[in-house]
């Protein structure tokens, strides 16, 4: 039976499963990631994971997608903040960040990225 929750509780534990999902996907690795590892981190039960996705790749997908949108909304709060161009240093900045720091491309190997780009177009 599926777990009811309200407004406000769905949305936190969509903030729960995108601020543990990189942290999960570093510290596991794809392959040996668990729904169960997930949901655990979120403090849910391993059903209750299946309320919000239908399976760990669309977990993966969903916060590569949350990731890309970030860091879009990221470059477009710096370019309203420098109307006139954005100076040297902080898109430096804004750069390291995005493939240092928020790039969970770098967290899967060919094979991972190839296997979840066919279930979904990623780029």
């Known amino acids: 039976m599926p777990a009811n929750f309200t407004k406000e509780e769905r ?4 903030q729960k499963f995108y601020e543990q999902g990189y942290v ?3 510290t596991h690795g794809y392959k040996k990631l668990k729904v169960s590892d997930i949901a655990a981190a979120i403090g849910i039960g391993t059903g209750t994971f299946y309320n ?5 790749d669309e977990f993966i997908i969903w916060l590569i997608k949350k990731r890309k949108e970030e860091a879009f909304n990221r470059f477009l709060s710096l ?3 420098f109307p006139k161009g954005i100076p040297f ?7 390291i960040d995005t493939i240092s720091h928020f790039n969970l491309y770098r967290l899967l190997s060919q ?3 190839n296997k979840l780009q066919k279930k979904i177009r990623l780029t």
Do not use: D, G, P, R
Request: net charge negative; aromatic share 16%; hydrophobic share 50%.
């Open 11 to 14: 949305e936190i534990l969509i």
């Open 24 to 26: 999960l996907l570093k």
């Open 52 to 56: 919000f996705f239908k399976s760990k």
């Open 79 to 81: 370019a309203e903040k």
């Open 89 to 95: 240093e902080a898109m430096e900045q804004y750069l």
């Open 111 to 113: 094979a991972e990225y």
